[in-house]
């Protein structure tokens, strides 16, 4: 298993300004991943996340918006930039972990709200 | 591109019965997850059955597997006012693929 932290918990943020989603694991893990959760909706991936490479984005999300860094293989930045109040979601980090890494290992999240 | 669906939406249960939760998925898979959420906080994984298997169980969870009808279920038994939370069913994409792909869930209430 792994134990996951997110800074902030939550946050409100005014449009047109960015911010950033800290994401601490406490042990070393290779794959790291991004999911966006609006208001009621399900989960949606944006971007997998590896240390020593670019993420890879899911369709629909693209690098200007949601800059990921991933410094080393227990942390990991999520920007979301230049936010509108369509952005209003749970932010969530996991990491995968196990044998085959098929479980997902999932941080608090991050309520942001855009005003 | 795949997703789960859960069915129902909501359920509302009193305490002490049980709760049945269902999931289909459109594409191959290598296994199926049940991850549960509560009060939009982080997902807790509960159980993961691969595509070889029919029944598992942990605890008061018991999931089975039906591939040729791609569907699943996860099963609560004497539940509590602790289970109250929205249970996703989460799928591979196979293939080696460590993506997830997640329904839409189903928002448990447990009445005590």
């Known amino acids: 298993s792994a134990v996951i932290s997110q800074k902030p918990s939550r946050d409100i943020c005014q449009r047109g300004t960015s911010l950033t989603i800290q994401c601490q694991v406490d042990?070393?893990?290779?794959?790291m991943f991004w999911y966006r959760q609006q208001p009621g909706q399900s989960l949606t991936l944006i971007a997998t996340a590896n240390q020593g490479s670019e993420a890879t984005y899911e369709s629909g999300f693209v690098i200007d918006k949601f800059p990921i860094s991933r410094p080393n293989l227990t942390f990991s930045t999520l920007t979301v930039s230049n936010m509108s109040p369509e952005d209003s979601s749970i932010y969530l980090c996991?990491?995968?972990?196990?044998?085959?890494?098929?479980?997902?290992?999932f941080g608090p999240g991050t309520r942001l709200l855009v005003l | 591109s795949q997703q789960g669906e859960e069915d129902p939406q909501a359920l509302s249960i009193q305490e002490g019965e049980n709760a049945t939760m269902n999931c289909s998925y459109k594409t191959s898979i290598n296994n199926l997850q049940w991850y549960r959420q509560n009060s939009g906080r982080g997902l807790v994984h509960l159980i993961l059955i691969r595509s070889n298997e029919r029944e598992k169980h942990s605890g008061r969870l018991r999931v089975t597997l039906d591939t040729s009808k791609k569907s699943s279920s996860l099963l609560i038994t004497a539940s509590r006012a602790a289970d109250t939370a929205s249970y996703f069913c989460?799928?591979?994409?196979?293939?080696?693929?460590?993506?997830?792909?997640f329904g839409k869930g189903t928002k448990l209430s447990v009445i005590p």
């Open positions: 042990s070393q893990v290779t794959m």
């Open positions: 989460a799928t591979d994409a196979g293939a080696g693929s460590y993506q997830l792909t």
């Open positions: 996991s990491v995968a972990v196990g044998t085959g890494q098929e479980t997902q290992y």
